[in-house]
């Protein structure tokens, strides 16, 4: 059993957000998170852009995370830090920082992958929130993936279903911009679903073999409708815009729900956690807490500000491997694409 308190300093740079937290074992004592507002005039994620913001960030953000925990940095057990998936750029930044870092207060490097922190958020101590319990599936839904993950422990998962093309942050966040609503699109959907009618109108949804999923169809089916309708009634959207978003949302939400039944039946898992960006989605939480009653399940829903991109779950994961003592040396690389 430990006897010292262990202290993580965690680092997320893997796309947009750069991001720095301080874990007390498995509590977060800070968790700060600096967004890049340069990319809603261009209406996605600048790769190039991405990277110099990180550059500018990285210093004043772990200065701010170690100063609200009141940790100094003589204190730390550990760096952990985001290795990939992600944005090369954007990634290599974090992993200079992080690397220099350890070397100079010569204490352990920990590289984590991005999925597999989304998925282990849920082990952060957090009053009113419970852990799930071994084996259980998650499904991590974001801008980048959309996966059915059996999580058999800590360090044992294996993806039994993913997308076959687009993610489901992607489908909702172009579903958005062809309705010409500002990026990040997603939140918007979500908002302005709680005003409409979810069975207005129909859309049909992609059949796909086994647990994978498919967004890229039900985008283009949502493209000619939108093109259609406006050719009649140049003010269609803006007329009806509550009803067309919630209409989208209820079919994604159908596509998710309808794997997960599949992958409880196969599994007999019924243990349910989300994790991702995409799990802030106000109908799919709902949805998901609603199951519980309906299909005997035990739903897990983090905190919603574990659900994107932060470094609080690279921080968890970092104090998992840290018992263990899975430690990195200097020459580990970042990388865009990895391994699950």
């Not at 991405?50 to 772990?62: C, E, G, K, T």
């Not at 999923?213 to 939108?226: D, V």
């Not at 779950?313 to 430690?327: A, C, P, S």
Request: hydrophobic share 40%.
């Amino acid at each position: 059993m430990l006897h010292n308190d262990v202290f993580i300093l965690a680092i997320e740079s893997s796309c947009d957000d750069t991001a720095a937290a301080v874990l007390r074992n498995n509590k977060v004592l800070s968790n700060v998170v600096a967004g890049q507002k340069i990319h809603e005039e261009y209406g996605g994620v600048v790769p190039e852009l991405a990277s110099r913001a990180h550059q500018q960030n990285i210093v004043p953000v772990v200065d701010m995370a170690l100063k609200r925990a009141n940790v100094n940095k003589n204190q730390l057990s550990a760096i952990a830090f985001t290795q990939g998936p992600g944005l090369m750029g954007s990634l290599l930044v974090g992993t200079s920082f992080a690397k220099s870092l350890s070397l100079s207060l010569d204490i352990p490097l920990i590289a984590v992958n991005h999925m597999h922190a989304h998925i282990l958020a849920h082990f952060i101590d957090e009053e009113g929130f419970d852990k799930p319990e071994f084996p259980f599936l998650a499904l991590t839904i974001s801008g980048g993936h959309t996966q059915i993950v059996k999580v058999n422990s800590f360090f044992n998962m294996e993806i039994i279903g993913e997308t076959t093309d687009d993610a489901v942050g992607e489908a909702f966040d172009k579903s958005a911009k062809i309705m010409g609503l500002p990026y990040p699109g997603g939140p918007l959907i979500d908002k302005f679903a709680k005003e409409g009618n979810p069975k207005k109108y129909q859309f049909t949804k992609p059949k796909v073999d086994g647990l994978n999923f498919s967004f890229s169809g039900l985008k283009t089916q949502i493209l000619y409708f939108i093109q259609r309708n406006v050719l009649e009634n140049p003010n269609f959207i803006e007329e009806n815009k509550a009803d067309i978003c919630a209409s989208i949302q209820h079919t994604i939400i159908e596509i998710l729900m309808e794997k997960l039944k599949m992958a409880v039946a196969e599994t007999g898992i019924t243990q349910i956690a989300i994790g991702g960006g995409v799990s802030a989605n106000s109908g799919i939480r709902e949805t998901l807490k609603n199951a519980e009653g309906k299909y005997g399940w035990k739903t897990f829903i983090p905190k919603f500000e574990y659900t994107t991109d932060n470094a609080a779950m690279i921080g968890i994961v970092g104090y998992q491997k840290y018992l263990e003592n899975r430690f990195n040396d200097a020459s580990i690389v970042s990388k865009a694409r990895i391994e699950f």
